[in-house]
């Protein structure tokens, strides 16, 4: 398979740079590490990262390796993968599925996924107003019809914020002495100039700025050739952006092969279920604290004042620096214990800084608990067994 990344040489050719190595003897063959197609997935991925879109699609998705990657992305609250291949789009599917992990730890925003059956070169109104769509490898698999009416198309009636497309540098090849093009099914593979050209003249029409790079370094002595993966990153002008129609009106083109939501903090019962545990593993935690101090005072009394349940420890270290959330705890009213029951303030719990951004306020904090923890008299407090731990 192809390798991408670092090159280095070795014997042989490869006559389809995306495909199998065909062995050459005296030809020499660029192997790159992580393969090609990890560092064009790598690419988007920061580029996700550096610009947080929430609505990112991938154009010609294939086997989904790219919103497999994207899924995990914080800040993504869609993602769409249209493809012409229906029969690889069902097979591949189950990969964006959310694992057992996604529902114990759910993300913090909602994640909705769809795959769609059918061309990019068709209009769908359910593929405008999006922040981000990858055209990865994409656009040499078109004859020059389909080439003439996919920036029509993509730049002009889809008009997302940004646009990445990468395509084959055809100056690189001249290092992989078997290959005239790299896939059988390629129409074409431009050069720089040609590749900067059409993207200049599309980004002018369509009112997007463009930015050129790539991945795939040549190895030493043949820098002239460029990237192997030449990519251009186009970002739509601001006066256009205002000026973008964002209503969903039109047809649905595509047809729906797979769908799937994820659980977040922003579904109500997952956020409770969250902040259930939370409680438990807080007030666990400084319950077992409380005890360990009245051991301590039990073998050395001077050691820890009656009543005083943190305890006093004398060095001769630096006084650590607090941050702002640790100062919020020293200020938060602290554990108490009236006689074999043990106390946890909620104002002391909600002062936890992941319990804090769950809740907001005590009331909250009192309504997700619920009858599932239970508090004291007043409602202002967790009250648990101190010496029996089975409760939780």
């Known amino acids: 398979m192809e390798k991408k990344g670092e090159p280095h040489q070795g014997y042989g050719c490869n006559s389809v740079v995306d495909g199998n190595v065909e062995e050459v003897p005296s030809k020499k063959v660029i192997k790159f590490n992580p393969p ?11 580029l996700v990262a550096q610009h947080q879109p929430k609505k990112v699609a ?18 993504i609250e869609e993602l769409v993968g249209v493809d012409i291949n229906e029969g690889r789009l069902k097979w591949s599917g189950s990969r964006l599925s959310p694992c057992i992990g996604d529902y114990l ?9 769809t795959l769609y059956h059918g061309s990019v070169l068709e209009k769908d109104c359910r593929l405008l107003g999006f922040d981000l769509a990858a055209c990865i490898e994409l656009i040499e698999h078109f004859d020059s019809e389909d ?11 889809m008009s997302p914020a940004m646009i990445v497309i990468s395509t084959p540098n055809f100056e690189f090849n001249s290092l992989f002495p078997c290959a005239v093009l790299r896939d ?3 129409k074409f593979e431009w050069s720089r100039m040609q590749f900067q050209t059409w993207a200049l003249d599309v980004a002018s029409r369509y009112s997007y700025s463009v930015e050129f790079t790539g991945v795939g370094e040549p190895p030493t002595g043949a820098e002239d050739v460029g ?8 970002r739509k002008k601001a006066e256009a952006a205002g000026l973008a129609d964002l209503e969903h009106h039109g047809e649905h083109v595509y047809e729906v092969v797979y769908t799937t939501s994820y659980p977040s903090l922003q579904q109500i019962n997952y956020r409770r279920r969250v902040v259930i545990y939370l409680v438990y593993r807080e007030v666990s935690r400084l319950r077992q604290k409380y005890q360990v101090g009245l051991r301590q005072h039990e073998l050395e009394p001077e050691f820890v004042a009656p009543g005083n349940w943190t305890g006093k420890f004398t060095s001769d270290l630096p006084d650590p620096v607090l941050t702002e959330d640790d100062k919020a705890m020293e200020m938060a009213p602290q554990p108490f214990c009236i006689e074999d029951k043990f106390y946890v303030p909620l104002q002391r719990i909600i002062a936890y800084p992941r319990l804090g951004h769950l809740c907001g306020n005590v009331e909250k904090l009192r309504e997700f ?8 008299c007043d409602g202002s407090a967790v009250k648990v067994d101190l010496n029996d731990c089975s409760d939780f």
Request: one cysteine or more.
């Open 184 to 186: 059988s099914d390629h």
């Open 227 to 234: 990237y192997c993966t030449q990519i251009g990153v186009f």
């Open 58 to 75: 991938d154009l010609g998705c294939g086997d989904v390796c790219l919103l497999a990657i994207l899924k995990y992305q914080k800040c």
């Open 36 to 46: 090609l197609y990890k560092q064009r997935y790598q690419f988007v991925k920061n």
């Open 105 to 113: 730890d759910p993300r913090e925003l909602d994640l909705a996924i």
């Open 369 to 376: 608990l619920g009858d599932v923890i239970e508090l004291n």
């Open 147 to 157: 080439l003439a009416k996919f920036p029509e198309v993509v730049f002009g009636y």
